[in-house]
Nanobody, 117 residues
């Protein structure tokens, strides 16, 4: 059974940085892509960033220039470095992964990020 476990969320002030981590377990095959989505109250879930095992990445418009995604394939872990955080970045951040074989999507339970002074 595939499991995605996020960590690293919390309360930060505007302008600060935060790193999220997600460990993926239970998959017999490498999942591609892996990444992050977020959902703010009253809004739809949106793409933050996803990365493939060969190093390519796609970012949502809100993340471009401020967030960096990376993954450690040996550790089945994906990271999200968030810099210059803004109050509008406040949301629940969900780890995401997809099987390239079955195209099944997997989600973590979510971690809260709150940006407030």
């Amino acid at each position: 059974q595939v499991q995605l476990v996020e960590s690293g969320g919390g309360l930060v002030q505007p302008g600060e940085s935060l790193t999220l981590s997600c460990i993926v377990s239970g998959s017999r095959f490498s999942l591609n892509p892996m990444g992050w989505y977020r959902q703010a109250p009253g809004k739809q879930r949106e793409l933050v960033a996803v990365a493939t095992s060969v190093g390519s990445a796609d970012y949502g418009d809100s993340a471009k220039g401020r967030f960096t995604i990376s993954r450690d394939n040996a550790k089945n872990t994906v990271y999200l470095l968030m810099s210059s955080l803004r109050p509008e970045d406040t949301a629940v951040y969900y780890c995401y992964a997809r099987s390239p074989i079955t195209r099944t999507e997997f989600w973590g339970q979510g971690t809260q990020v709150t940006v407030s002074s």
